[in-house]
């Protein structure tokens, strides 16, 4: 995860700290070598930026300069900064309602239907919730047979009805059956399409109006890079949702959407996904990502 830009920032670090005297010249070629690597890494200019400003005038106002150590108070500062730039402390998900009902919104592709199963996998392992998985896609009958083997998988009951060509109602009556049969967390999977067009936002934005679910979750394929911190725009403008979920972040990816994203739409990471596997799920804890990032 993130080699490339560990390996980056750890050069970018390590030369001001292999210096006998640190000047404001190595401080300042660091900063450069530091933003470098997180446009490297496929952040935003901007963000890019902003961030290594941020860092310089907390340098500046720790006085880095005159420090006895001042290599590894700089990598503390870039630290708490990454930190904060991923959203600071670890968000959990509103398990409030009766059901608690959390709608799955993102692109064809991304991961959500391999997120609700992980999900719901991960909250029927805590002991108290008996939850149901409901396929919402009336386009890809492919994608409700995936929930289906998802729940088969993971042992979590499936709701859907082929031939219904209304996903609200579907959402709607997955709800009352879950009400029904003593479940108390409902998961709902939708229809993504494979880039944004308007009759997917107006649909989403019908299944949230209609259901008002205590949670929405847009998931997002984090190897896709700025179009990942795009995408989550808009789909944010449209379901103002409450977190994210980034997906793929086992692969190849270079690491730019985990740290853009909070910073363009404000709302937490709050679970990535790192397999293709049910286990392959962890909470997001952006410093544990930070200390990750830098080694
Ligand atoms: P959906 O169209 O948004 O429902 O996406 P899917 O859940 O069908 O996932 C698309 C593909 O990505 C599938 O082949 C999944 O196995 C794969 N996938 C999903 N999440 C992850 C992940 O965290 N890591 C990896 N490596 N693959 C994933």
């Known amino acids: 995860m993130f080699n490339n830009l560990s390996e980056k920032l750890d050069k970018a670090l390590h030369v001001l700290k ?34 290594t400003n941020r860092v310089k005038e907390k340098a500046l106002g720790a006085n880095v300069l005159t420090t006895l150590q001042p290599g590894q108070l700089m990598v503390k500062i870039v630290k708490d900064e990454l930190t904060e730039l991923m959203g600071g402390d670890a968000t959990g998900i509103n398990l409030s309602g009766a059901p608690t009902v959390i709608l799955m919104s993102g692109l064809q592709g991304s991961g959500k239907t391999t997120f609700s199963g992980k999900l719901a996998n991960f909250l029927k392992s805590k002991k108290t919730k008996k939850p149901l998985l409901v396929a919402c896609d009336v386009y890809r009958p492919a994608a409700v047979d995936q929930l289906h083997v998802v729940g088969d998988q993971i042992k979590v009951d499936v709701y859907s009805d082929k031939g219904n060509t209304d996903p609200v109602a579907i959402a709607q009556a997955g709800i009352a059956h879950a009400k029904e049969n003593g479940h108390n967390v409902v998961i709902i999977d939708t229809a993504g399409r494979l880039a944004v067009d308007e009759a997917m936002m107006t649909e989403i934005s019908n299944i949230h109006t209609a259901i008002q679910p205590q949670e929405t979750l847009f998931v997002v394929d984090s190897m896709t890079g700025q179009d990942a911190v795009n995408t989550a725009k808009a789909f944010n403008d449209v379901l103002n949702f409450d977190g994210v979920i980034l997906t793929k972040l086992d692969g190849d990816t270079r690491g730019g959407a985990a740290i853009s994203i909070k910073s363009v739409v404000n709302k937490p990471i709050k679970f990535i996904g790192t397999g293709e596997k049910m286990e392959a799920i962890d909470i997001f804890y952006p410093s544990r990502m930070a200390d990750r990032i830098l080694g």
Do not use: C, M, P
């Open 18 to 51: 292999g210096h006998g005297s640190i000047t404001e010249v190595n401080v300042a070629e660091t900063l450069k070598e530091v933003r470098r690597a997180l446009l490297d890494a496929d952040v935003n200019f901007k963000i890019a930026k902003e961030f």
